[in-house]
């Protein structure tokens, strides 16, 4: 069974930092491209991060650049968010999702459950 | 404010056909393949539509998609009470070079 399942969620203050993973399962991760996509509270989709497969080509939201990374390793078939200088606006549920076509971003077909981040004081 | 533009809320009988838009610029939709995604509160969304008009596997033939310009749509044929959720459209943003997705529209089912 194709599996994404994230952890690392937690309550932490403003300022702090954060690092999740997404362990994924039943396909071949090197293969594909990852993103993490978050939800506010009440809110719609919107699209964190993204890497390449082979972990070399990454892109970020603007909203997230300079205090967010994202980071893979294929050999234990993870991928990260190391999550830094956190706001209370980056609270949401954060959902790791994979790529439906191998190298390429055509659409996101397998999602996690999702990992509640809270950034308050 | 999305990028992306789609209206707030949607609504059909059952059996009937609705249309979700979902208007773009030449740097996202003009430029890129458009995805449409299924959300039904609580749970984890869901792929409906990529490259504009494929479905993935499993997904029924009662949804659909196109694109024209920078606009897409997504139509839902047949509309059952599962159907009653969540639809967001989403295309990559060379300007941002990002992915970029719409503000989500609410499909009622009456």
């Known amino acids: 069974e194709v599996q994404l399942v994230e952890s690392g969620g937690d309550l932490v203050q403003p300022g702090g930092s954060l690092k999740l993973s997404c362990a994924a399962s039943?396909?071949?991760?090197?293969?594909?491209?990852m993103s993490w996509v978050r939800q506010a509270p009440g809110k719609g989709l919107e699209w964190v991060t993204g890497l390449g497969n082979l972990g070399v080509n990454t892109y970020y939201a603007d909203s997230v650049r300079g205090r967010f990374t994202i980071s893979r390793d294929n050999s234990k078939n993870t991928l990260y968010l190391q999550m830094n200088s956190l706001r209370v606006e980056d609270t949401a549920v954060y959902y790791c999702?994979?790529?439906?076509?191998?190298?390429?971003?055509?659409?996101?077909?397998?999602w996690g459950q999702g990992t509640t981040v809270t950034v308050s004081s | 404010q999305s990028v992306l533009t789609q209206p707030p809320s949607a609504s059909g009988s059952p059996g009937q056909r609705v249309s979700i838009s979902c208007s773009g610029g030449?740097?996202?939709?003009?430029?890129?393949?458009v995805n449409w995604y299924q959300q039904v509160p609580g749970t984890a969304p869901k792929l409906l539509i990529y490259r504009n008009n494929q479905r993935p596997s499993g997904v029924p033939d009662r949804f659909s998609g196109s694109k024209s310009g920078t606009s897409a749509s997504l139509a839902i044929s047949g509309l059952q009470s599962e159907d009653e959720a969540y639809y967001y459209c989403?295309?990559?943003?060379?300007?941002?070079?990002?992915?970029?997705f719409g503000g989500g529209t609410k499909l009622t089912v009456l």
């Open positions: 039943g396909f071949t991760f090197s293969t594909y491209a």
């Open positions: 999702a994979k790529e439906i076509v191998p190298g390429a971003l055509n659409g996101m077909d397998v």
């Open positions: 030449s740097s996202n939709i003009g430029s890129h393949t």
């Open positions: 989403a295309a990559w943003d060379d300007s941002l070079t990002g992915r970029v």
